[in-house]
Nanobody
């Protein structure tokens, strides 16, 4: 069973920052595209951002310019720096790893982000 280690959620005021991290030591990490998804209360899950093994980044339009990836293949870890957080960023955030060749996929259990004054 592959362990997905998520951390970094919490409660923050609007305009504040949080950093989500995801580490998966049990896979050939560099070959996986990493992603963060989120599910807000009463809404469907949405894709927030992706980063390929070679470092190509993509962001949902609602977070572009506010969120930023970092990736360390040696440590088998990614982080998502979230700045200027808004109330609409409140959601449970899920780390996802997918190998684009084998379709092997792993999910984290989710970490709660609450943006509230």
């Amino acid at each position: 069973q592959v362990q997905v280690e998520e951390s970094g959620g919490g409660l923050v005021q609007p305009g504040g920052s949080l950093k989500l991290s995801c580490r998966i030591p049990g896979i050939n990490f560099a070959t996986y595209t990493m992603a963060w998804y989120r599910r807000a209360p009463g809404k469907q899950r949405e894709l927030v951002a992706t980063i390929t093994g070679s470092g190509n980044e993509n962001y949902h339009p609602s977070v572009k310019g506010r969120f930023a990836w970092s990736r360390n293949n040696l440590d088998k870890m990614v982080s998502l720096q979230m700045d200027d957080l808004k109330r609409e960023d409140t959601a449970v955030y899920y780390c996802n790893a997918k190998n684009p060749w084998s379709n092997d996929e792993h999910w984290g259990q989710g970490t709660q982000v609450i943006v509230s004054s």
